[in-house]
């Protein structure tokens, strides 16, 4: 298995181009998550998937966009770059087979370096 | 979802056992305790969870309070490998629906 994978491994834009994050998972998790993180700092939820067919913001959702495209793929797109979009994108993936209140382990890719000029 | 305060940093030698605190006196009583830690330039990895009860696992123990306002995440023997973030989430289940909210963690340098 290669668990959660996540392309491309890094990427430069220039403000206002457009790109799209590409994460997959082969665990036949029902949830997939994106998250961000800045330097120093811990990661934050930009948007989450519960189950295939359905998509909620997180925390900092401005400026981006998702797809689930099936129960595999869970696309973020970038549709005008801006500096402060530079950070690392983290995708992760999670059974939820108990339902929301229960413990539930998230599977990290190993990020995407996005630096936008 | 419950707020958590860790150290920034902690150091401790190879091969020493390690213990790494957490407070989180907002914690519901459905609310679980869980550990990531993520090693330099690589996503984050589950450690280990608990709710009441102290847990072990093959890479850790989890000593929780008994009022569950803190806990303590042991490392038996330090590695190298050891070296990362460490961040202690709570809240997750409920209308959290599975959502991690990581703090800043603690940084663990492990010296040889």
């Known amino acids: 298995n290669a668990g959660v994978t996540q392309t491309p491994k890094f990427q430069v834009l220039k403000t206002g181009q457009s790109m799209t994050l590409q994460c997959a998972q082969d665990?036949?998790?029902?949830?997939m998550y994106w998250y961000r993180q800045d330097p120093g700092m811990g990661l934050r939820l930009i948007y989450y998937?519960?189950?295939?067919?359905?998509?909620d913001k997180g925390e900092v959702p401005n400026g981006y966009n998702v797809s689930r495209l099936n129960k595999r793929e869970f696309s973020l797109r970038l549709e005008s770059a801006a500096p402060s979009q530079t950070s690392v994108y983290f995708c992760?993936?999670?059974?939820?087979?108990?339902?929301?209140?229960?413990?539930?382990?998230?599977?990290f890719g190993p990020g995407t370096r996005l630096t936008v000029l | 979802d419950a707020k958590t305060t860790q150290p920034n940093s902690m150091e401790s030698n190879e091969e020493e056992p390690v213990h790494l605190p957490c407070n989180h006196s907002?914690?519901?009583?459905?609310?679980?305790i869980h550990w990531y830690r993520q090693l330099p330039s690589q996503g984050p990895e589950y450690v280990i969870h608990?709710?009441?009860s102290n847990v072990n696992n093959r890479m850790a123990s989890l000593a929780i309070a008994e009022d569950r306002k803190s806990s303590t995440l042991i490392l038996h023997r330090a590695t190298l490998r050891d070296a990362a973030v460490y961040y202690c989430?709570?809240?997750?289940?409920?209308?959290?629906?599975?959502?991690?909210?990581f703090g800043q963690g603690t940084i663990l340098t492990v010296h040889p």
């Open positions: 989430i709570t809240g997750i289940g409920g209308t959290s629906y599975g959502k991690l909210t």
């Open positions: 608990g709710l009441t």
């Open positions: 665990m036949n998790h029902n949830s």
């Open positions: 992760a993936s999670s059974s939820l087979a108990g339902g929301p209140a229960t413990p539930d382990t998230q599977y």
């Open positions: 998937s519960a189950s295939e067919g359905t998509t």
């Open positions: 907002t914690i519901s009583g459905t609310d679980y």
